[in-house]
């Protein structure tokens, strides 16, 4: 028992010490300059966009493409979400739009079977 | 105060995303027989949904600490570009400077990305609340699955694609704010390429490097042709730089 806890507070450690690393990582490379080189300020500004349609498509990775439903929930929700934002600029309308069609599609149209 | 209201509605949008994982997490600590304290710690100090939840498995299937420092390098690697955007805005935050780097997460990272502070708002004061609300959030979610997930009558599964929608909305905004669409269609092409290629679980760190590497090369381009004038993409950036000096 005495030796568990210590597993888990080690692992718990090692995955907290990591992941710090990774967030912190360009704030050591670049945090302690006065000023910035060009190129870094130039990512700063344009890499955001590029990132964040990269981050759409990493939480849509798992959508089973080849077998049934082919990824239609997501793809109808994906297009509700862009509609309803388009029209209205509401984030939270758009979260809600979205979600709520993902929810009830995958539990009626859409069922995987089990 | 009006700082702190305004961090409020910000945040909100990713409740949602941040109890479900949260909670999830709590579920599934709990389930491997840990008790709650384990999932307060890491909800206090590790702060990464996605990490918790492959880390629940690593636990359980008692991996060495190398595979679990491996492991969470590579989930987790992504954050390595986020930071990029915020160095100079973090810098002066002072005493929270450390704080504001440990807890900028997926979420943290496009909120502050896309955010628009409105007359009289503190960017700082702003920036920090949001950090702070959220990570609050999200100890209580892990805290709450691990105590009462159990207890939860509703079957929630699906309002993990709130993240998703969210994600979506951000890239709308920033689509209509930024003067160059390239960088997100680089973004998009840089994904799906090397999603096709290498499949769902390792297409992110590729996308990532490419896309850097595409749009450095685009610079060094821009700048060889300053002589015909300037490029929208400099433009937006020399108008983002002055927004941000005046904010502060």
Not at chain 1, 22 to 37: A, D
Not at chain 2, 56 to 66: E, I, K, R, W
Not at chain 2, 213 to 219: G, R
Request: charged share 10%; hydrophobic share 50%; proline share 4%.
């Amino acid at each position: 028992m005495n030796a568990d806890w210590i597993n888990t507070l080690e692992a718990l450690t090692v995955v907290a010490l990591v992941t710090i690393l990774t967030r912190s990582l360009p704030f050591w490379f670049f945090g302690g300059k006065k000023e910035l080189p060009d190129t870094v300020s130039y990512l700063g500004a344009v890499l955001p966009a590029a990132i964040m349609i990269i981050l759409v498509v990493f939480c849509l990775r798992n959508t089973g493409l080849t077998v049934y439903p082919f990824g239609l929930p997501e793809l109808l929700s994906v297009a509700v979400v862009i509609t309803v934002h388009r029209f209205r600029k509401n984030v939270f309308l758009s979260i809600i739009a979205g979600t709520g069609l993902y929810m009830v599609l995958t539990r009626t149209l859409f069922m995987i079977v089990s | 105060m009006k700082s702190f209201i305004f961090a409020f509605k910000q945040a909100i949008p990713v409740f949602f995303p941040y109890l479900f994982i949260g909670i999830a997490f709590g579920v599934l600590m709990d389930e491997a027989g840990y008790s709650a304290g384990w999932s307060l710690l890491s909800g206090v100090f590790i702060y990464a949904g996605s990490m918790q939840i492959v880390m629940v498995s690593l636990l359980t299937a008692g991996a060495s600490l190398g595979t679990i420092a491996l492991m969470t390098f590579f989930v987790n690697a992504r954050h390595i570009f986020y930071g990029i955007a915020f160095i100079e805005q973090f810098r002066k935050t002072g005493r929270k400077y450390p704080y504001m780097i440990v807890t900028l997460t997926d979420e943290v990272y496009s909120i502050l990305c896309s955010i628009d502070y409105p007359d009289g708002v503190d960017v700082r004061q702003t920036d920090f609340y949001i950090t702070l609300i959220l990570h609050l959030v999200w100890i209580l979610s892990c805290l709450t699955g691990a105590l009462f997930g159990q207890l939860i009558p509703y079957d929630l599964a699906g309002i993990e694609f709130s993240a998703t929608a969210f994600f979506i909305t951000v890239c709308m905004n920033q689509w209509q704010s930024m003067d160059s669409h390239l960088p997100a269609i680089i973004g998009l092409i840089s994904a799906l390429s090397f999603y096709f290629i290498l499949g769902p679980s390792q297409f992110i760190l590729p996308a990532l490097v490419v896309s850097v590497l595409v749009l450095i090369m685009m610079k060094s381009r821009s700048n060889n042709q300053k002589k015909n004038g300037s490029l929208d993409l400099e433009a937006d950036l020399i108008e983002r730089a002055e927004e941000i000096s005046y904010e502060c």
